[in-house]
């Protein structure tokens, strides 16, 4: 039986696949509009500048340079395929998953409701009741002296 937090995952999985789809649509628009080619340094530095993280524009990069590769004919390595791009963010889905679930399941036991969503920056929210007891699920921004501001996922 699927339990509330895989179909959750699931349904984040699905989600992040549609947000790259439409990205790497916005990153090709925008070189159409630059008449640069996609991995021109101008190009990257204006998307980036529309709000989104190195890593996002990296990836939407690497998704595009997939998309390219396969319409030329020229993969022939399933790893460096769309496909392939979209089973290494599941397997990233599914390890963020497990630790999730390994966390959850440490304060609240067994999970018997979970309430959980999205925000509009992707940011994990909400609660879960466990035989246990209940607890919250809440995404900050963390940063440090030393570290650049990244989501940090707390259950308390």
């Known amino acids: 039986m699927r339990d509330a937090i895989t179909k959750f995952m699931d349904k984040y999985f699905e989600e992040l696949k549609e947000f790259f789809i439409e ?3 916005r990153l090709m628009s925008l070189s159409e509009r630059m008449s640069l080619p ?6 990257l530095v204006a998307f980036r ?3 989104r993280t190195k890593k996002q524009v990296a990836m939407v990069e690497d998704l595009v ?3 390219n590769a396969e319409r030329n004919g020229l993969c022939d390595d399933e790893y ?3 496909n392939g791009f979209f089973k290494k963010i ?3 889905c599914d390890g963020k998953e497990r630790k999730l679930r390994t966390r959850i399941e440490k304060k609240a036991g067994s999970v018997k409701k979970a309430d959980l969503y999205l925000t509009d920056n992707g940011e994990l929210n909400g609660h879960i009741v466990g035989d ?4 919250n699920i809440e995404t900050i ?5 030393v570290q650049c501001p990244h989501y940090r996922t707390l259950v308390k």
């Open 80 to 82: 460096y395929t769309v």
């Open 65 to 67: 340079r997939r998309q």
């Open 23 to 25: 990205e790497s649509e």
């Open 90 to 92: 599941k397997k990233d």
């Open 132 to 135: 246990k007891g209940i607890v």
């Open 49 to 51: 500048a529309e709000g």
């Open 141 to 145: 921004v963390a940063s440090g002296p």
């Open 38 to 43: 996609y991995n021109n340094e101008r190009v």
